[in-house]
């Protein structure tokens, strides 16, 4: 009976660890592909058990731009998780402020009171705004700025776009660790950009 338990106990670990070393790799190499294309530093130092958490920083499009994966509180508050959080610098004088959530069932009701509609059925129902200038935000979100978040939530958003203080930042669920996740990441550093170019005339 031990002879057979042994292999049924222990198989199911094997598997998990070359799973583990296979995605640890995979966040490395998305990191590499960051530092290559868009000219940025990276840093593989830190590490949370055995898990590699990478950053990679530099000029991006004359601003400054950080990717880092973190330990930090879930957006709903309920753990504390492995997140990818992408910081982009801006200019906000005004302390305008928003944030952006995928919409769902889980969500919808609790962040929903203090949202404002952008007034275009198909964007509002996919997604929730927060924000101190709702007129703003109307003149932000345009044809365009809609139509990228849309491909963004089209590879799996699931996470918070918001706009706080001098900074414009991304965050979502886990880490680096899979193609639709670097694609993700790369569309709304280009449009964390093109928003932050968009406040200096709105």
Same mark, same amino acid.
């Given at each position: &009976?031990?002879? %057979?338990?042994?292999?049924v106990? %222990?198989v199911?670990?094997?598997?998990? =660890?070359?799973? /583990?070393?296979?995605?640890n790799?995979?966040?490395?190499? *998305? =990191?590499? @592909?960051?530092?290559?294309?868009?000219?940025?530093?990276?840093d /593989?130092?830190?590490k949370v058990? &055995? @898990?590699?958490?990478?950053?990679?920083?530099?000029? =991006?499009?004359?601003?400054? %731009?950080?990717?880092?994966?973190?330990?930090? $509180?879930?957006?709903?508050?309920?753990?504390?998780?492995p997140?990818?959080?992408?910081?982009?610098e801006?200019s #906000?004088?005004?302390?305008?402020?928003?944030?952006l959530?995928?919409? +769902?069932?889980?969500?919808s009701r609790?962040?929903?009171a $203090?949202?404002?509609? %952008?007034? $275009?059925?198909?964007?509002?129902?996919?997604?929730?705004?927060?924000? #101190?200038?709702?007129?703003?935000?109307?003149?932000?979100?345009?044809? +365009?700025?809609?139509?990228? !978040? $849309?491909?963004?939530?089209?590879l799996? /958003?699931?996470?918070l776009?918001? !706009?706080e203080g +001098?900074?414009? /930042? =991304? &965050?979502?669920?886990?880490?680096?660790? *899979?193609?639709d996740?670097?694609?993700? !990441?790369?569309l709304?550093?280009?449009?964390?950009?093109?928003i932050?170019?968009?406040m200096?005339? +709105?």
């Amino acid at each position: &009976m031990l002879i %057979v338990l042994v292999p049924v106990l %222990v198989v199911p670990w094997i598997v998990l =660890y070359f799973v /583990f070393i296979a995605s640890n790799k995979k966040v490395r190499s *998305n =990191y590499k @592909k960051l530092s290559e294309k868009y000219q940025l530093s990276t840093d /593989f130092s830190k590490k949370v058990g &055995m @898990k590699t958490h990478p950053t990679a920083e530099g000029i =991006y499009r004359s601003r400054r %731009v950080k990717v880092e994966s973190t330990i930090r $509180d879930s957006i709903d508050g309920g753990k504390v998780i492995p997140h990818t959080v992408l910081t982009v610098e801006c200019s #906000n004088s005004e302390n305008f402020f928003f944030k952006l959530y995928k919409r +769902n069932k889980k969500n919808s009701r609790k962040y929903s009171a $203090d949202s404002i509609l %952008v007034e $275009d059925n198909e964007f509002d129902d996919k997604f929730i705004i927060q924000t #101190n200038s709702p007129d703003r935000i109307k003149k932000m979100f345009d044809f +365009n700025t809609k139509f990228k !978040l $849309d491909q963004v939530n089209a590879l799996g /958003f699931n996470g918070l776009i918001a !706009l706080e203080g +001098n900074r414009l /930042f =991304y &965050m979502e669920p886990e880490l680096l660790a *899979n193609d639709d996740a670097l694609m993700r !990441l790369e569309l709304v550093m280009h449009e964390l950009c093109d928003i932050a170019e968009i406040m200096k005339y +709105n």
